[in-house]
């Protein structure tokens, strides 16, 4: 079962930035946490993970709390072409178990 | 990243009747993983495929309906045996690389008519 859990969906301004939220409170000590988006039915695109560190790529950056029991995903600068399914996964003895997502709905 | 690709894209089949869909990648991989995907839903895995060993299945799938399998580190099969319309889905290869990363293959959407 996933061990996320996150809100269903979120709206946001063109060129503003999105803030994904998830949580992940049963996450334990060398647990990743992953970021993948979908979009349209396409296979789950990868978008950064991350241990206990923040994390920033060219695509997003990833902010953990100290605690490590919840996560954000940021895209600084969202397009109309982030629009899409994003997941936050806790790998599970090695596998990915995903949960629902947020949509992302980026508004013109 | 690697780069995958399935087979077919997306088909159109008979209740009763097989499909096999299969999964290349472009690099060799230890672990590789079979996902559905029911319209409206997430993905959901299936089973994990490792190259010599039988398929793991996670709970709510067996070996009877989703045959798999692993031949080599490059490719995997998936088969969708005695279909019915309720197996209409996208289903969806992955493979782990050695950053612990998992990478999609682009997917095969499955119409039971």
């Known amino acids: 079962d996933a061990k996320t859990t996150q809100p269903t969906s979120m709206d946001c301004a063109e060129g503003r930035a999105a803030n994904l939220p998830c949580n992940h409170s049963?996450?334990?000590?060398?647990?990743?946490v992953y970021w993948y988006r979908q979009i349209h039915s396409q296979g789950p695109q990868y978008i950064i993970h991350?241990?206990?560190n923040n994390e920033t790529n060219e695509m997003a950056s990833l902010i953990i709390t100290e605690d490590r029991k919840s996560s954000t995903l940021i895209l600084p600068h969202a397009t109309l072409r982030d629009t899409a399914v994003y997941y936050c996964?806790?790998?599970?003895?090695?596998?990915?178990?995903f949960g629902s997502g947020t949509k992302l709905n980026v508004k013109p | 990243s690697a780069v995958i690709s399935q087979k077919p894209s997306r088909d159109i089949c008979q209740r009763g009747t097989s499909l096999t869909i299969q999964c290349q990648v472009d690099?060799?991989?230890?672990?590789m993983f079979w996902y559905r995907q029911q319209p409206g839903q997430s993905l959901t895995l299936i089973a994990t495929?490792?190259?010599?060993?039988?398929?793991?299945?996670e709970s709510g799938f067996v070996i009877d309906k989703f045959p798999i399998s692993r031949p080599n580190l490059t490719f995997s099969t998936l088969t969708v045996s005695n279909m019915s319309p309720e197996d209409s889905s996208i289903y969806l290869c992955s493979v782990e690389l050695f950053t612990d990363t998992q990478y999609f293959g682009p997917g095969t959407r499955l119409t039971v008519l």
């Open positions: 991350g241990l206990k």
């Open positions: 996964i806790v790998k599970d003895f090695n596998k990915f178990y």
């Open positions: 495929a490792n190259q010599g060993s039988e398929a793991t299945y």
């Open positions: 049963t996450i334990s000590g060398n647990e990743y």
């Open positions: 690099s060799q991989v230890t672990m």
